[in-house]
């Protein structure tokens, strides 16, 4: 059964930084692209950031691009969301996913399968 474990939310103040981490079981993690999501109150649930099984690949979202980095570290089954420069819109619960498929690169939210409990991150004036 895939587990995936995020940590690292908390309220912090506009331009600050916070580090998500998504923890990962259950599942051959070197072999899965991973992904980061959000989801504000009452919006839609969007892509911040994808991460092929190598690490090789990333897609960062525009509205986070050059603020936002994921990462991941295969020996420790673990991903990243390095979050700098944070703004008031960027205020919502974070989430990390695994797509049903390993090795492939999803394209849509509908190809991920599996999602932590979620972390709220606060951006504050």
């Known amino acids: 059964q895939v587990q995936l474990v995020e940590s690292g939310g908390g309220l912090v103040q506009a331009g600050g930084s916070l580090r998500l981490s998504c923890a990962a079981s259950?599942?051959?993690?070197?072999?899965?692209?991973m992904g980061w999501f959000r989801q504000a109150p009452g919006k839609e649930r969007e892509s911040v950031a994808t991460?092929?099984?190598?690490?090789?690949?990333?897609y960062i979202a525009d509205s986070v691009k050059g603020r936002f980095t994921i990462s991941r570290d295969n020996a420790r089954n673990t991903m990243y969301l390095q979050m700098n420069s944070l703004k008031l819109e960027d205020t919502a619960v974070y989430y990390c996913?695994?797509?049903?498929?390993?090795?492939?690169?999803?394209?849509?939210?509908?190809?991920?399968?599996?999602w932590g409990q979620g972390t709220q991150v606060t951006v504050s004036s």
């Open positions: 996913a695994a797509p049903v498929q390993m090795l492939k690169l999803p394209l849509y939210i509908t190809d991920f399968g599996s």
């Open positions: 259950g599942l051959r993690f070197n072999k899965y692209a």
């Open positions: 991460i092929s099984w190598s690490g090789f690949t990333t």
